[in-house]
């Protein structure tokens, strides 16, 4: 008997499973393989610029949203992802990263919204 | 005990001392960082269960992938429901930088047998292996029982302040109003740890480039701009690297 499982359940089931493999080849690949993988200085290199240009590519679009078919939408975030910035520049804390950004959405909200 | 015992017994106290010596450090290093730890652990629990997930798959998704920026990073896409290649491409990309950390870390585990080595990289975390390398990176003797239990009191406190924010953050979404927006805390979560990558020019210039491709791939089905931009990023700080060397 095949248990009857919605397809959505079974999608995030599977992207659950997929990032969990992610993780173990990212993290523990090269402890478990090391003495085999040959990697070039310029892989190296490269392989660097990669993690911030993803970070950014997930951030940007929640910042500076562009409807298909439409024009490129000015949102609040924007101004309070600024602030929290220079907050991440000055203090270098998360903490205080998050709480600066959240005040400064809410008040820009609080004023312009 | 029998007396002809007692050099071993000296032996064996002499490794217990180091590696109680060694998990004192670790964790009296990794104490400060715990609360940074989480809080995003939290930011990200609560992330998860606004996304749609549903509390089983949020815990599920702690427990097993253990992964802040690369369960932020996959909550956009499976909310719009991306095809689960890409899900699984952007997890590998976001997580490239525990590449460069298992290559630092591998000379001080190499020694270990296949499953802790497999447990060492698991619970690697990006503050735990900030803290090592700053305290062993010169080591000149590498794989101590010290450094390893150092290396071991940091994970151990990571993954329980991350598991139980996370859990919690879970648990209390449901409490948290939407038009807090507290989705956002999810990206600013994301901007802390990207804005101190960028601490040199190429960097500057690669996520500035990553940024534009991000902006203008809106426009590309399946969330595909997030590749694009990292194509982007890599090849703007390939040619920045050659092209600012000249100066300094």
Redesign the interface.
């Known amino acids: 008997m095949i248990p009857d499982i919605p397809p959505a359940?079974l999608?995030?089931?599977?992207?659950?499973?997929?990032?969990?493999?992610?993780?173990?080849?990212?993290?523990?690949?090269?402890?478990?393989f090391?003495?085999r993988i040959p990697?070039s200085d310029g892989m190296?290199?490269?392989?660097?610029?990669?993690?911030?240009?993803?970070?950014?590519?997930?951030?940007?679009?929640?910042?500076?949203?562009?409807p298909?078919g439409g024009w490129?939408a000015f949102d609040l975030?924007l101004v309070?992802?600024a602030a929290?910035?220079v907050v991440?520049?000055r203090t270098?804390?998360?903490?205080a990263?998050?709480v600066s950004?959240?005040l400064a959405?809410?008040g820009l909200r609080w004023l312009f919204g | 005990m029998a007396p002809d015992r007692e050099p071993f017994d000296a032996a064996d106290a002499a490794v217990r001392a180091e590696r109680m010596a060694g998990l004192r450090s670790g964790l009296r290093a990794i104490a400060p960082a715990a609360v940074a730890t989480f809080t995003w652990g939290l930011v990200t629990g609560v992330a998860m269960a606004k996304s749609g997930l549903g509390e089983s798959a949020a815990v599920a998704m702690s427990l097993l992938v253990y992964a802040g920026s690369a369960q932020l990073t996959s909550l956009p896409l499976i909310a719009t429901g991306a095809p689960l290649w890409l899900i699984f491409v952007a997890g590998l990309v976001v997580n490239l930088r525990f590449v460069i950390f298992g290559a630092a870390l591998q000379p001080y585990f190499r020694d270990q047998s296949w499953p802790r080595r497999l447990a060492y990289g698991y619970f690697t975390t990006d503050m735990g292996f900030v803290l090592f390398m700053s305290r062993y990176g010169d080591a000149s003797v590498r794989g101590t029982t010290e450094q390893r239990w150092y290396f071991i009191g940091g994970a151990a406190v990571s993954w329980l302040a991350w598991q139980a924010s996370s859990i919690l953050g879970v648990l209390l979404a449901a409490a948290v109003p939407a038009d807090w927006s507290l989705d956002f805390a999810a990206v600013l979560a994301l901007l802390a740890i990207t804005v101190p990558l960028a601490s040199s020019r190429p960097m500057l210039v690669s996520i500035l480039a990553a940024g534009l491709a991000a902006w203008l791939g809106q426009a590309l089905p399946l969330r595909l701009g997030l590749l694009a931009a990292v194509a982007a990023g890599v090849a703007a700080g390939m040619f920045a690297e050659r092209f600012l060397r000249s100066k300094p």
């Open positions: 359940a999608y995030v089931g599977a992207a659950v499973l997929l990032l969990t493999l992610c993780n173990v080849l990212t993290r523990a690949g090269f402890l478990l090391g003495d990697l190296r290199r490269a392989l660097r610029y990669a993690p911030a240009a993803a970070l950014t590519a997930i951030i940007v679009p929640d910042l500076m949203p562009w298909r490129p975030r309070a992802a929290a910035t991440c520049l270098r804390s998360a903490v990263v998050i950004g959240m959405l809410w």
